[in-house]
């Protein structure tokens, strides 16, 4: 392989000049496929390519919150006895006629009679036989424990905005508005691939100089979390011929490429060299620790190609810096929010780098979200364990070489 000539140098880029370098590569969302909300499994964690909107209102008519009496409020006064004329379930079809003195036994969920305005619970009622005695007014008055129609979504409100991903939650939602299918993104097919020489599936004997690779996994399973299809994950050597084979049989059908490791500046690094040589590849160093050298290409002028540093922890952190980000934009989904921690405990940062550490998230006595490093070894980039325990990604400024207890940092959520 051809060395790298002396004095080489790269531009270096801060976190987000390199990610909107890398935002570049897809121009905008993949398209709408309609899905039927018949089966929720088919939709949990698609993303919606169209306001969803409600069929009817929600409620779609005037029900009891209470199991209780349907009354007018006209009626009531403490030791009132009412009449009771008719007894409404859940389901039920019948508008029974009130008159004065009158009332029906109702059921939580029930439609309200049109003649009654009020519901008093059943705790606040002495029943006996065909009337039912009055013993507390409702605290809220005329209107007490009647859910009214439309009280949660008029007919043609947005239920869910598009770009929302689709959790058990916004599902119900969903269903609730009696839409029978909606619009999402299909999901952006990746393929992922580990390189090197020293990478071994797990299970098998280690020889000297190998090790188990994980980079594929990590980045296949996160990759399906956040809404994208894996078509395959593969280990390519550290040979420039089978690298370029591998690569056209790995981007047939994919909308993306991640590539981890040989991105830096070893003569063995074959990722550089093929996508430098044979796709233009442009080499960058970023800002950050860890993740400093990344690149990015082209793949026969088609499919796009994010190369990532081959440490584990460099790898986790750059496809949550620049892989996601990508995914949002092919998803037409938008970020996810920053959050806020303390640090636990102080420590160190390299200057002039943004520092990401794994941290794990607690609360404190008052209630502060408190960030401590998943590791002893902080942001190392060979430590995988690190990973396991983190909830998110902590940031530390560029400008700050000593993290000290009690400083508010900017957080990346990791589940």
Same mark, same amino acid.
């Given at each position: 392989m051809p060395e790298i000539p002396a004095g080489q140098s790269r531009t270096v880029l801060s976190l987000e000049e390199y990610r909107d370098e890398v935002l570049a590569l897809v121009s905008g969302p993949t398209p709408a496929e309609t899905v039927s909300t018949a089966d929720p499994r088919a939709l949990l964690g698609r993303v919606l390519a169209d306001d969803v909107t409600s069929r009817a209102p929600v409620p779609a008519f005037a029900n009891s919150a209470m199991d209780g009496y349907a009354v007018r409020w006209a009626d009531l006064a403490v030791g009132a006895s009412l009449h009771v004329v008719a007894e409404i379930a859940a389901g039920d079809r019948q508008d029974p006629t009130l008159g004065r003195g009158e009332c029906a036994q109702i059921m939580t969920g029930a439609p309200l009679p049109r003649d009654a305005d009020t519901v008093v619970p059943v705790e606040a009622t002495r029943p006996a036989g065909a009337t039912v005695t009055i013993t507390q007014l409702p605290a809220h008055g005329r209107g007490a424990h009647v859910r009214g129609a439309g009280e949660d979504l008029a007919a043609g409100d947005t239920v869910c905005p598009a770009g929302t991903t689709l959790d058990p939650a916004w599902l119900a939602a969903v269903a609730a508005a009696g839409c029978p299918e909606v619009s999402v993104r299909r999901r952006p097919v990746l393929g992922i691939a =580990? /390189?090197?020489?020293? &990478?071994?599936?797990?299970?098998?004997?280690?020889?000297?100089?190998?090790?188990?690779?994980?980079?594929?996994?990590?980045?296949? =399973? /996160?990759?399906?979390? &956040?809404?994208?299809?894996?078509a395959a994950t593969t280990v390519i050597p550290d040979d420039e011929d089978r690298f370029v084979a591998a690569l056209d049989e790995l981007s047939a059908g994919c909308d993306l490429v991640v590539l981890s490791g040989g991105v830096s500046v070893g003569v063995h690094d074959v990722a550089r060299i093929v996508l430098g040589e044979q796709a233009d590849g442009t080499f960058r160093h970023v800002r950050v620790q860890p993740g400093k050298p990344q690149g990015w290409a082209r793949w026969r002028g088609r499919v796009p190609v994010l190369a990532l540093p081959g440490n584990p922890v460099s790898t986790a952190v750059s496809f949550e810096l620049f892989g996601r980000p990508v995914l949002d934009r092919m998803l037409g989904r938008p970020a996810a929010p920053l959050g806020r921690a303390v640090a636990a405990h102080g420590w160190s940062s390299p200057p002039g780098r943004r520092q990401l550490v794994p941290v794990r998230l607690s609360s404190d006595a008052d209630g502060r979200l408190l960030a401590q490093p998943a590791h002893r070894r902080g942001s190392a980039s060979h430590m995988v364990t690190s990973l396991a325990g983190a909830d998110a990604l902590a940031e530390v400024p560029e400008d700050t070489i000593d993290v000290v207890e009690g400083d508010v940092l900017t957080t990346r959520s990791l589940r």
């Amino acid at each position: 392989m051809p060395e790298i000539p002396a004095g080489q140098s790269r531009t270096v880029l801060s976190l987000e000049e390199y990610r909107d370098e890398v935002l570049a590569l897809v121009s905008g969302p993949t398209p709408a496929e309609t899905v039927s909300t018949a089966d929720p499994r088919a939709l949990l964690g698609r993303v919606l390519a169209d306001d969803v909107t409600s069929r009817a209102p929600v409620p779609a008519f005037a029900n009891s919150a209470m199991d209780g009496y349907a009354v007018r409020w006209a009626d009531l006064a403490v030791g009132a006895s009412l009449h009771v004329v008719a007894e409404i379930a859940a389901g039920d079809r019948q508008d029974p006629t009130l008159g004065r003195g009158e009332c029906a036994q109702i059921m939580t969920g029930a439609p309200l009679p049109r003649d009654a305005d009020t519901v008093v619970p059943v705790e606040a009622t002495r029943p006996a036989g065909a009337t039912v005695t009055i013993t507390q007014l409702p605290a809220h008055g005329r209107g007490a424990h009647v859910r009214g129609a439309g009280e949660d979504l008029a007919a043609g409100d947005t239920v869910c905005p598009a770009g929302t991903t689709l959790d058990p939650a916004w599902l119900a939602a969903v269903a609730a508005a009696g839409c029978p299918e909606v619009s999402v993104r299909r999901r952006p097919v990746l393929g992922i691939a =580990a /390189t090197g020489d020293e &990478l071994v599936p797990a299970g098998s004997e280690l020889a000297r100089g190998q090790i188990y690779e994980s980079n594929g996994t990590h980045l296949a =399973a /996160t990759a399906v979390r &956040l809404g994208a299809e894996v078509a395959a994950t593969t280990v390519i050597p550290d040979d420039e011929d089978r690298f370029v084979a591998a690569l056209d049989e790995l981007s047939a059908g994919c909308d993306l490429v991640v590539l981890s490791g040989g991105v830096s500046v070893g003569v063995h690094d074959v990722a550089r060299i093929v996508l430098g040589e044979q796709a233009d590849g442009t080499f960058r160093h970023v800002r950050v620790q860890p993740g400093k050298p990344q690149g990015w290409a082209r793949w026969r002028g088609r499919v796009p190609v994010l190369a990532l540093p081959g440490n584990p922890v460099s790898t986790a952190v750059s496809f949550e810096l620049f892989g996601r980000p990508v995914l949002d934009r092919m998803l037409g989904r938008p970020a996810a929010p920053l959050g806020r921690a303390v640090a636990a405990h102080g420590w160190s940062s390299p200057p002039g780098r943004r520092q990401l550490v794994p941290v794990r998230l607690s609360s404190d006595a008052d209630g502060r979200l408190l960030a401590q490093p998943a590791h002893r070894r902080g942001s190392a980039s060979h430590m995988v364990t690190s990973l396991a325990g983190a909830d998110a990604l902590a940031e530390v400024p560029e400008d700050t070489i000593d993290v000290v207890e009690g400083d508010v940092l900017t957080t990346r959520s990791l589940r």
